[in-house]
């Protein structure tokens, strides 16, 4: 378990770096939210609550997707193979998955405030809706970790591979994290919605759990 642990943190320190050498990659996903909000507040500005809690998901559905298609796809055939040699599988897909869900967070976090500073926020139980963004960036984290794991052993076919085996999984999380925010909007007690927020966790759970036992498969190929 503790060299588990630490061939996760090294992986991890590693997506940091590569990251941080590849700015344009981020500086562009930060500018497709920004400017994503932007387009929203000029054409939905004074709009309905339902339509707010809509559009500021669509924002993070598709800031997700920009964000974690390239997962798998930066990796080059040499470092894979050089990854084969050293670490574990668990470690590998462990250093996605947490890397992954911090890096949309801090999206989330990004987007949701600038969406509500333009366009306001008509939310009245924000500790609902901060669990419902927490739980929903984690979910597409997960999800679309998973799915560029199995799209990357397609090559060129990852780009279309990805939405097509993504929106299966996506849609129950979307569904969920609407029936949340609307609540929250609505102002409804945290308590009457722990049926909901169960479910969400235990889909979060099972996408991790078949990432965690699926990827060595995909490892091996």
Do not use: H
């Not at 060299?3 to 090294?10: C, D, I, K």
């Not at 949701?112 to 984290?141: C, D, H, I, K, R």
């Amino acid at each position: 378990m503790k060299n588990l642990l630490r061939q996760t943190w090294f992986l991890i320190k590693k997506d940091i770096v590569l990251e941080w050498r590849q700015r344009y990659a981020l500086s562009g996903i930060l500018l497709y939210v920004l400017s994503s909000v932007m387009v929203a507040y000029l054409a939905f500005a004074g709009t309905d609550t339902d339509s707010w809690v809509a559009v500021f998901w669509i924002i993070l559905l598709f800031a997700s997707v920009n964000a974690l298609t390239k997962s798998f796809v930066q990796e080059n055939p040499g470092r894979l193979l050089y990854y084969y040699t050293m670490v574990s599988p668990q470690a590998v897909i462990l250093s996605k998955l947490v890397y992954n869900v911090v890096l949309l967070l801090v999206l989330s976090g990004l987007a949701l405030g600038v969406y509500s500073l333009l366009l306001g926020n008509p939310v009245q139980n924000m500790g609902l809706f901060l669990v419902a963004v927490a739980l929903g960036a984690t979910g597409f984290s997960f999800c679309f970790t998973l799915i560029a794991a199995i799209a990357s052993k397609t090559g060129s076919r990852n780009a279309t591979l990805m939405p097509i085996l993504s929106f299966p999984v996506v849609i129950p999380i979307l569904g969920l994290l609407m029936v949340l925010s609307k609540n929250a909007v609505a102002g409804i007690n945290t308590a009457n919605t722990l049926r909901d927020i169960g479910n969400l966790i235990a889909i979060d759970v099972v996408l991790a759990l078949l990432s965690v036992i699926l990827f060595p498969y995909l490892w091996r190929d």
